[in-house]
């Protein structure tokens, strides 16, 4: 029999220094190295490894053992047990034989000391426990439980994913190269430049009315731009009050995915501009918005086909590409982890290669280079079809890109096309031993979610910039909560007082005693005073409401955020596909690759308590 571990938590330092008999437990730094020694192999349980030395901690021995698939069940949560570490019981009775009964007793005493002494080491050894790193601009946040001990593989997008780029660099260039095909077209563009800031990801381009707009999470519009100009409250009322935004109609809505969208919104609203201004020569034709936005669509694929824009980013990567230190190495915890990882991207071999070469080789050690790290690597994988249909598979057999027909992935190799269905069949996996991390909501989050089941990571570089907005905001926020708190109990008498008067008008009693006895002038001058007091605090609460979230964006707001409380279309669209979301890949390296990613309490309208806070000792 063996004792799992726990579902939510990882082997405590402390619990394998109490598995050690006395006389020969090591220090507790001595241990810490051992814990770590590759030279003693964990055994895996129903599989290789479960011989083992009887004489003790000596070299070889395996105290614990790791669960296999074919062992593996569901635990409480729903999630497999594969991957999880075991302690063997032999050495259990082993630890009651010597007398050590710390083991024993009631689990919540128990737990509350083990906590507190797994707090103190961590903060000994500088390591951020799980809650800090929760509320931390670098944190992974979790929409739906994930046990990374279960997965096997790890697949990564490459551009804006593992390679995140300057996006005034980038998407400053698309727009140039972009903006050269419209004018050889003969739109008017000489005098327009590049205004990252008009647009967030998120948005929604209304091809029909020439608008970007933000939806909350139910699809209602709440903040809307014609061209570069924001519309009015009432604007947006007037023409939105009876839509809901539904992105499976694509002949209208075009969802901002990804930092890639930027480019495309900017030039898009720019050209509205021009379109409402009459500057659009009559020669290119009787235009609406929607062709507008096809002439744009079609300037900027031309200028990403025609590869003058690769070109130039591989010519000098380091003007683009934003380097992370960091990011091999959380890869390289998790190769070392037993993960097999995969880099499947739409970018093709050249650039790929290019990109992988710049922002991985000078960080790894002893050597190695990037395609070290991956069990496979396919590019122009032509995602999304790739997680829907099979396209045919092509092995890359040279290093200046020679290609050749084949019909079998193998581990180590180098493909181009072929289909997801082909990468689980190749690695003996299905759906929910795989992560795909990567930065499009659709390409790579829904679609693999929708038809493989795979686990999903949604990788948004904002949030960081989010979560420094959102502390420089504090202090106002507050504030407005409280003027809107205030406005809702003066708000509440007044209702009272109303429906007293209302009842009083049709001789009728009002609610309480106290309230029927009040004199009539009584109660209009409680009425007069309350809606005056209301009225202040509208003209107080209005402009503050409007600002909020400017911090993060002046026009658009919070990322997350629409409106004061609700949430955004693009949080809906997060929390439906995506598992776990983060700024950056490297933001695994303050976690481990066994760590049990539990979601967090989702509250309701009519929730007595909140649990989710970290209760204080």
């Excluded at 029999?1 to 405590?12: C, D, K, L, Q």
């Excluded at 309480?512 to 009584?522: G, H, K, S």
Aim: proline share 4%; glycine share 6%; aromatic share 10%.
């Amino acid at each position: 029999m063996e004792h799992r571990e726990a579902v939510g938590g990882a082997p405590s330092l402390l619990r394998l220094r109490l598995l050690l008999p006395p006389r020969r437990r090591p220090p507790l730094w001595s241990l810490r190295c051992r814990a770590l020694d590759s030279t003693r192999p964990l055994a895996v349980e129903g599989g290789l490894g479960d011989e083992e030395d009887e004489e003790g901690y000596e070299e070889g021995e395996s105290y614990f053992s790791v669960t296999s698939s074919r062992l593996s069940r569901v635990d409480y949560l729903g999630e497999s047990t594969k991957g999880d570490l075991n302690v063997r019981r032999e050495h259990l009775d082993a630890l009651d034989g010597n007398g050590q009964s710390t083991l024993h007793g009631p689990i919540e005493e128990i737990a509350w000391k083990e906590a507190r002494e797994a707090e103190s080491l961590l903060r000994e050894l500088g390591i951020a426990d799980p809650f800090s790193v929760r509320h931390f601009p670098r944190g992974i946040f979790c929409t739906r439980t994930l046990n990374l001990r279960s997965i096997s593989v790890i697949g990564y997008d490459m551009d804006y994913t593992l390679i995140h780029y300057n996006v005034m660099a980038w998407e400053g260039r698309a727009y140039d190269y972009g903006m050269e095909n419209l004018k050889g077209m003969g739109f008017p563009v000489d005098d327009l430049e590049f205004d990252p800031d008009l647009v967030i990801r998120g948005l929604i381009m209304d091809k029909d009315k020439g608008n970007l707009v933000k939806a909350d999470r139910f699809g209602y519009i709440k903040r809307a731009m014609h061209g570069t100009q924001m519309l009015s409250t009432s604007a947006v009322s007037e023409i939105y009050g009876r839509e809901l935004v539904d992105l499976r109609k694509e002949s209208r809505w075009e969802f901002l995915n990804t930092l890639f969208s930027v480019s495309e919104a900017v030039m898009f609203m720019q050209m509205v501009d021009k379109l409402d201004q009459g500057l659009v020569p009559a020669e290119l034709g009787p235009l609406d918005y929607k062709g507008l936005y096809n002439a744009v669509s079609r300037a900027l694929f031309r200028a990403h086909v025609e590869g003058q824009l690769k070109n130039e980013i591989m010519a000098e990567p380091e003007r683009f590409v934003e380097p992370d230190p960091e990011l091999p190495l959380a890869l390289l915890d998790q190769k070392e982890a037993g993960k097999r990882l995969l880099l499947i991207t739409n970018s093709d071999y050249h650039y790929t290669n290019k990109m992988m070469n710049h922002a991985f080789n000078r960080f790894l050690p002893n050597d190695m280079a990037w395609r070290d790290l991956f069990e496979m690597v396919i590019v122009s994988a032509r995602k999304p079809e790739f997680f829907q249909i099979s396209h045919p598979l092509y092995e890359v057999v040279t290093n200046d890109g020679l290609m050749r027909p084949c019909f079998k992935a193998n581990s180590g190799g180098l493909y181009s096309g072929g289909s997801a269905q082909m990468v689980e069949k190749s690695l003996d996996i299905h759906g929910d031993e795989i992560l795909y991390v990567g930065d499009h909501i659709y390409t790579d989050v829904s679609q693999s979610k929708v038809h493989l089941r795979w686990r999903t990571a949604l990788i948004c570089r904002e949030l960081e910039d989010e979560f420094d907005a959102l502390i420089r905001s504090h202090v106002q926020k507050e504030h407005l909560i409280t003027l809107i708190q205030q406005k809702e109990i003066v708000g509440d008498l007044f209702n009272q007082l109303r429906l007293a008067l209302q009842r009083r008008t049709n001789s009728r009693p009002a609610q309480t005693l106290a309230a029927t006895c009040m004199d009539d002038q009584e109660l209009t001058e409680s009425m007069q005073k309350l809606l005056i007091v209301m009225q202040r605090l509208d003209e107080k609460i209005a402009p503050m409401l409007e600002s909020d979230g400017e911090q993060f964006n002046k026009r658009w707001g919070w990322l997350s955020r629409a409106g004061l409380w609700d949430k955004s279309h693009l949080t809906r669209q997060i929390e439906k596909y995506a598992d776990i979301y983060t700024s950056r890949v490297s933001n695994f390296l303050h976690y481990t690759p066994f760590m049990y990613f539990q979601a967090q309490e989702q509250t309701l309208g009519h929730d007595a308590h909140s649990y989710s806070r970290r209760q204080q000792h």
